[in-house]
């Protein structure tokens, strides 16, 4: 009886575990994807709208058929400002970092997030780092100088900068949502969050040179491809995987995104990475395993 269940535990957390690497190998296709959009002549307003229209419009259907789109008005308001302030911000940035940084680069670089979320949490709830966590910091900060290497063609400091800001001020919408929105179903927030980020990009082609539409097969194949492969498909396989593993060792598999991203830069986009580079996203990812295995130090422990 003992083994049967000792069995069924190990099938459950590898179900887990395959439904985490899968979520991190979709995302992990999204600043490709991103950088397919721009070669078909879509601008990123235009391309972001239509990631968060589609997927929007997926998780809604979803949600009505599993009764589970109703939200209190005050959560509801919260959750599409959040979209739409919060979360429309960093995808902006991410994606203005592809238009001058390689993909590889500007994934590494977004990783730093789990430092600047340790960060926030000692400075706003006073959470000391552990001893093991200051450490990571180090090696974040030690990542991010070695990964800026202006000796290549991979990327420029506008480029470098953008992602370090995407990856700061997703820390800061971590942060802040995480105090805002308690106890929502996790795809339904999602879907107001997509609601709210749609919002914001349709206004602001709009207000500019236009919304983009797919003009061919190709536009279309890769936004369809952002919206299910690399934004619908992740977060749902995300949410089970979490549930079925935890966020600390979800976290830790999801490193695998960025070295992904790195393999298909180089497959695809024929990006190139040097030594230097290598080696400090290297210690990038490994900070996150470090920030994630260790807790955090809460105020008065």
Request: aromatic fraction near 10%.
């Amino acid at each position: 009886m003992t083994k049967d269940k000792g069995r069924s535990a190990q099938r459950f957390d590898t179900v887990g575990a395959t439904l985490v690497m899968l979520s991190a190998t979709g995302f992990a296709t999204l600043p490709i994807l991103g950088k397919f959009a721009y070669a078909d002549g879509l601008d990123l307003p235009s391309t972001l709208f239509w990631r968060f229209a589609g997927a929007a419009a997926v998780l809604w259907v979803w949600m009505l058929w599993q009764g589970r789109w109703r939200l209190p008005m005050r959560q509801a308001i919260a959750s599409i400002l959040l979209g739409a302030i919060g979360f429309a911000i960093q995808s902006g940035l991410f994606f203005a970092a592809l238009n001058y940084a390689g993909a590889g680069i500007t994934s590494l670089l977004l990783y730093t997030y789990p430092a600047f979320v340790t960060l926030l949490g000692w400075w706003l709830e006073g959470d000391r780092p552990s001893s093991p966590q200051l450490a990571a910091l180090v090696l974040a900060f030690m990542g991010c100088l070695l990964t800026i290497d202006l000796s290549g063609a991979s990327a420029t400091p506008v480029g470098l900068g953008l992602a370090i800001a995407s990856g700061a001020w997703y820390a800061l919408y971590l942060t802040f949502s995480a105090r805002i929105i308690r106890s929502v179903p996790p795809v339904t927030m999602t879907a107001y969050l997509s609601t709210g980020a749609g919002f914001s990009f349709i206004s602001i082609a709009l207000l500019g040179s236009g919304l983009d539409f797919p003009h061919n097969l190709p536009s279309g194949l890769t936004l369809t491809g952002i919206v299910l492969i690399a934004t619908v498909i992740p977060i749902v396989s995300i949410f089970e995987g979490i549930r079925r593993l935890g966020t600390s060792q979800a976290a830790i598999l999801s490193t695998l995104e960025p070295i992904v991203t790195v393999l298909l830069g180089i497959a695809f986009l024929n990006e190139a990475l040097s030594i230097q580079q290598i080696l400090g996203g290297l210690l990038v990812i490994f900070s996150v395993i470090v920030l994630q295995a260790f807790p955090q130090k809460r105020r008065g422990s």
